[in-house]
């Protein structure tokens, strides 16, 4: 019987995947491809070029890797067997580990080896495997063009290119490093590129790197996974972690997945959780890789119940069954909202996305509700004490961001904290009352 949504009638089967990967995709438990699936697999497996333009966690590494598979396995590919094929390359070590994850299991009935490269471990075991020219490479770009630059890959045999989260690496800097490593591979190869949002800089890599490439976009590029539900709790700074305590006693918050913005503040509030007996993990850039490596695997395994990590350290996070994302810090950038958010909910899941909101943080929350299209729901917790008072050390912080210099004379106090006559600003505020969506 056909369904809502066309892209659900396909089944696996009738993709033209390889037996045995078939096997594979029934083992991890998927009944149906996703779209980007259903969209990409036929013309990635016609020998096309493709620009995948998708939001995380619709199943995009399946949509590369399951016919890239199924193309290695043909029986002329088999017999000339030689030398790396695959080649991807991925902006974080946490998206390389996943992707290789996802690889290996897709792969497992397939004699076919597959190894990871990236920074902060010892690369003598990765210089290696690159030697024995592993058929699948996954890689970061920076230690992978430091390994190439002392020869110690060979690509020459090099017949699919995938670069995925292309947008991320260009934000990250990484274009010089990939255009180096783009010049020293083979020109007759497939290459595919995936990415959240297509920008100008992304048509001008098309143009560099891809042959008439497809493009697929599923959903619009701003759109979280309709799977998620999305709150905004209005709360002032120094009650956030009160809050988030008070929601943890939820127990249906099983699998928690906490933004901070900052490094030190991810410790703080895992330290803060686990004096409250709440088993919790930091993510961050300054953890050791088996630290970070070490905190995601207690994640997935349910030994800790919360995990804090930053926006960079979190890419690419691929953890099934996350029950809740918690912005403790809003995000700066709408974009980020959307990855963040998009790690709930993943496939054909369904999760909540909670952002905690300051007044400080009322104008990237109206710039995110006009990128994603939509108002979020306000919410207030419930049996929640929002009346405490701010401690000491609050308002020595409004004193030196509001300093009586710059307050026009009128006299210094310390404000209700969803007033918009904060110390220093009631001069600037056009407004003579709270915005309306702020009073209750
Ligand atoms: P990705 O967007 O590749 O990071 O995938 C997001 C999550 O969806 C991963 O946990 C995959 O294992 C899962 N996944 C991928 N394809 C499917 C599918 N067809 N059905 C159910 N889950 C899937």
Not at 29 to 52: M, N, R, S, V
Not at 204 to 225: C, D, V
Not at 353 to 379: H, N, Q, Y
Request: aromatic residues 6%; positive net charge.
């Amino acid at each position: 019987m056909p369904t809502a949504n066309p892209f659900y009638t396909m089944p696996f089967r009738n993709l033209g995947l390889d037996t045995k990967i078939l096997r594979a995709v029934q083992d991890a438990g998927y009944t149906e491809p996703t779209p980007i699936q259903t969209a990409a697999i036929p013309p990635i497996l016609a020998g096309h070029d493709l620009i995948g333009i998708a939001q995380t966690g619709t199943g995009k590494t399946a949509a590369f890797a399951l016919p890239i598979l199924t193309r290695l396995m043909a029986p002329s590919v088999l017999l000339r067997r030689r030398g790396t094929r695959v080649l991807v390359i991925a902006p974080t070590r946490e998206l390389v580990l996943q992707i290789d994850e996802n690889m290996r299991a897709y792969a497992k009935q397939l004699p076919l080896a597959v190894a990871t490269v990236f920074g902060g471990v010892g690369e003598q075991p990765q210089i290696r495997a690159l030697r024995a020219a592993t058929d699948i490479v996954i890689a970061c770009p920076g230690r992978l063009l430091d390994l190439m630059g002392r020869r110690c890959a060979d690509f020459s045999a090099l017949q699919y290119l995938v670069l995925d989260e292309a947008d991320r690496m260009l934000d990250m800097g990484f274009l010089p490093d990939i255009r180096r490593i783009v010049q020293q591979l083979p020109k007759q190869r497939q290459t595919l590129m995936f990415c959240a949002t297509l920008s100008r800089e992304i048509e001008t890599l098309t143009h560099e790197f891809q042959r008439s490439p497809k493009m697929i976009q599923i959903g619009r590029r701003s759109n979280p996974a309709e799977t998620v539900t999305q709150l905004v709790y209005e709360v002032p700074k120094h009650l956030k972690p009160a809050l988030l305590l008070h929601l943890l006693r939820d127990p249906q918050m099983d699998m928690v997945l906490v933004f901070s913005r900052m490094k030190h503040s991810a410790d703080r509030i895992a330290r803060n959780l686990e004096s409250k007996g709440i088993k919790t993990a930091a993510l961050h850039s300054n953890r050791s890789q088996n630290q970070r490596l070490k905190a995601l695997k207690d994640f997935k395994s349910g030994a800790v119940r919360v995990l804090v990590a930053t926006d960079i350290a979190a890419r690419g996070i691929d953890v099934d069954g996350i029950s809740h994302v918690v912005n403790y810090d809003f995000p700066m950038h709408s974009e980020d909202y959307v990855h963040r958010i998009g790690r709930t909910g993943r496939a054909h899941a369904v999760g909540d996305a909670i952002s905690f909101v300051t007044p400080e943080d009322r104008d990237e929350l109206r710039t995110v509700e006009r990128f994603i299209g939509r108002g979020i729901v306000r919410k207030r917790a419930e049996g929640f004490n929002y009346s405490a008072a701010a401690p000491p050390g609050q308002l020595v912080e409004a004193e030196r961001r509001f300093p009586q210099g710059q307050n026009h004379g009128r006299p210094q106090r310390p404000a209700h904290p969803f007033s918009p006559h904060r110390p220093g600003q009631a001069g600037h505020h056009q407004r003579s009352g709270p915005p309306r969506r702020w009073r209750r």
